[in-house]
């Protein structure tokens, strides 16, 4: 039996007719943002694909990594940080800015609602693509992330 999916292209994380996520990509970003935010690589994965699914055009609409107060969120000034680790944190970050006691508390303007919507049109499209293709060890890390989220959504209050 041979290969299949992700596990035939080697290098790749998950793929699809318009997205490639590769193994370093996550990789580094992973490790960039784990110095500093309690992240994993799933949800790395998801922002990553987000990003490619035309989360990177919406990023226009959101504060530049030069505005960011990075110390506010524990990210020393000087840190190096790969330009996809910057818009992952930049694409979370403005997600977050929609509200709006988050933006004051930050000093930054509200995410426009034109905006969250480029944000939420690109992770429908991200999480909707049946061409996306994962890694079995992906596979397993997204199922287990969704199962938690899950989860909390059960366990919130209506």
Do not use: F, H
């Not at 041979?2 to 007719?17: F, N, Q, S, T, V």
């Not at 006691?101 to 509200?110: C, K, T």
């Amino acid at each position: 039996m041979g290969l299949a999916g992700c596990e035939a292209k080697p290098g790749i994380a998950a793929y699809g007719d318009d997205v490639v996520v590769t193994e370093q990509e996550l990789g580094q970003v992973t490790a960039e943002m784990g110095q500093y935010l309690m992240v994993d690589r799933a949800s790395i994965l998801q922002l990553l694909l987000v990003l490619n699914s035309g989360g990177r055009e919406a990023l226009d609409g959101c504060p530049t990594w030069e505005d960011i107060p990075v110390k506010d969120l524990n990210i020393p000034a000087d840190a190096k940080l790969s330009q996809d680790s910057k818009d992952a944190l930049t694409l979370s970050l403005c997600q977050a800015l929609a509200d709006p006691a988050q933006a004051e508390n930050l000093g930054l303007p509200v995410t426009s609602p034109s905006t969250v919507e480029a944000i939420a049109a690109a992770g429908e499209k991200a999480q909707n693509d049946a061409s996306i293709r994962y890694s079995n060890r992906e596979q397993a890390a997204l199922n287990y992330l969704r199962q938690q989220q899950a989860q909390q959504q059960m366990t919130m209050p209506q």
